[in-house]
């Protein structure tokens, strides 16, 4: 069987997955979030023979889907469950995935109006309804893009040809040359995916100053502000709603106050801090955030959609063409309409670092249509809980110790059993993470908190309940002890 054409088993390969489809679901809050054993199975990946060349006579449809899922549903991560703390990332919601589904169905690519009307359309209505969900003027635009790493890229690309025309460059035709380094002031909460975007942007990872006052990172402001005098140029200021190992934010209103006083550009990494916005218990967390230049936001961890899924606005949204508009193309449209208007799509190829892209508008609309601003309020303020509920449990819990506020969705702590001296705490805390990975159960990860070891267990999945929650207490104990009795 060797073209497509000719495979008569495309239909039983698509009812395979569905039929898979609903018994994997539901095994997801019974099982482990992995199978070690489960590793031995990837060799099938390469069948016939263990490093095979690609097969010359294909095996048709249904045959590769039936191997790839009962190789799939077996080795995967199943991060989807509501144990993987790792991270931040959660599951996607039945209509998200159901909307994923009809994404690759209807097989659409939302680059151009003229490439689809039901994709730009689409995604013109998503991002209505992202920045409605967080609460951000109407003057926001943006685009969905691949993840919150390519949101920066999007914010601070954009930030990049403003600062280029301060100094009459047109950063977009002539590159970088010429110029001096690109001022990048931040905390010390500054996400590596920031660094990672400075650095595609060819302005380089160590272009970011970081100005903290304390170990944990908490942003200097009076630093800030007088770095940003004695510049008298102007700078790129990056403001972090969310820090990854506390769910801390910087002080927006204090951040958007000193951009506007220096005339910076001031770009936020809201990657999962954004979603503070919806509840009035923590919509504090992000007040100013509105008076950013550049948000960067990500669906595939709080919204509950698959990968890849990411979000940036921007105050003034006319600047994406100039940053991403490809001008020259005689048989793609122009960059001067390329921004959406009403009843009329958009040109989103040319409004972010994407040319050609796969509908990712279809599961966030059909996952917010599905539950709307109310259904996320309410799944995150049980996040929120089930934090509380977390910190509670370690607080109560003599081998354990909490090294930070839970401001948000991420617990940050540390065994520290008795007996075990400071300077051993780092490696029992490094061997308790890989004890967690190795045994299954519940997924956290380590982190180095103010010069510590410890675990930062973040809670963002729509299926995590409190029984989850109690479940990564008991296992951190019963593995705490495990690791304590093998050092000795
Ligand atoms: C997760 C995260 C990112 C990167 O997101 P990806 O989707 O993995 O690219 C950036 N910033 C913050 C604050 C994050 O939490």
Not at 125 to 139: D, M, Q, S
């Amino acid at each position: 069987m060797t073209d497509p054409l000719r495979d008569d088993g495309g239909d039983e390969a698509l009812r395979r997955v569905y039929e898979a489809a609903g018994p994997y679901l539901s095994s997801l809050p019974g099982r482990p979030v992995h199978d070690p054993d489960s590793v031995a199975l990837l060799g099938e990946l390469w069948q016939p023979a263990g490093g095979a060349p690609l097969p010359g006579r294909g095996e048709g449809a249904a045959a590769a889907l039936e191997r790839l899922l009962r190789v799939g549903t077996a080795a995967a991560t199943h991060s989807a469950g509501p144990r993987f703390f790792h991270f931040i990332i959660g599951g996607a919601t039945p209509p998200a995935l159901a909307g994923d589904w009809t994404a690759a169905l209807l097989d659409q690519n939302a680059a151009f109006r003229a490439s689809s009307r039901l994709a730009t359309e689409t995604e013109t209505v998503a991002l209505t309804w992202l920045r409605e969900l967080f609460g951000l003027p109407a003057t926001f635009g943006g685009a969905l893009v691949a993840s919150a790493t390519f949101a920066n890229v999007t914010g601070l690309a954009a930030a990049t040809h403003w600062w280029g025309e301060r100094h009459g460059v047109d950063v977009a035709a002539d590159g970088l040359t010429g110029l001096p380094r690109m001022p990048v002031l931040s905390g010390g909460y500054v996400h590596a995916s920031d660094r990672k975007a400075l650095q595609l942007l060819g302005h380089g990872r160590n272009a970011v100053e970081v100005h903290a006052r304390d170990a944990a990172g908490r942003v200097d402001l009076a630093a800030l502000d007088r770095r940003l005098a004695e510049l008298a140029s102007p700078a790129v200021l990056i403001g972090s709603a969310g820090e990854v190992d506390t769910g801390d934010f910087d002080p927006l209103a204090d951040l958007a106050d000193l951009a506007e006083r220096h005339g910076a550009w001031l770009h936020v990494d809201g990657a999962f801090g954004l979603f503070a916005a919806l509840s009035p218990r923590t919509a504090g967390l992000v007040a100013g955030i509105e008076r950013a230049d550049s948000i960067a936001g990500d669906g595939h961890k709080w919204l509950n959609v698959p990968y890849e899924s990411g979000f940036a606005f921007l105050r003034d949204p006319s600047r994406l063409p100039v940053a991403f508009g490809m001008p020259g193309a005689a048989y793609l449209p122009g960059r001067g309409s390329a921004l959406p208007t009403p009843g009329e799509g958009a040109d989103y190829a040319l409004l972010g670092p994407e040319s050609s892209r796969r509908a990712r508008s279809l599961p966030i609309w059909a996952t917010l249509a599905a539950y709307g601003r109310d259904g996320y309020r309410a799944m995150v303020e049980r996040h929120l809980d089930l934090a509380q509920r977390l910190a509670r449990r370690v607080d109560a819990s003599p081998e354990l110790q909490r090294l930070a506020e839970v401001p948000l969705c991420i617990v940050c702590f540390r065994a520290r059993p008795d007996g075990v001296p400071e300077e051993s705490l780092d490696e029992l805390n490094r061997r308790l993470g890989a004890a967690l990975l190795a045994d299954g159960r519940v997924y956290a990860g380590t982190t180095v908190h103010r010069g510590r070891v410890a675990l930062r267990p973040a809670i963002v999945n729509w299926r995590t309940t409190e029984a989850d929650v109690d479940l990564l207490v008991e296992v951190v104990r019963e593995l705490t002890a495990k690791v304590v009795a093998e050092l000795g």
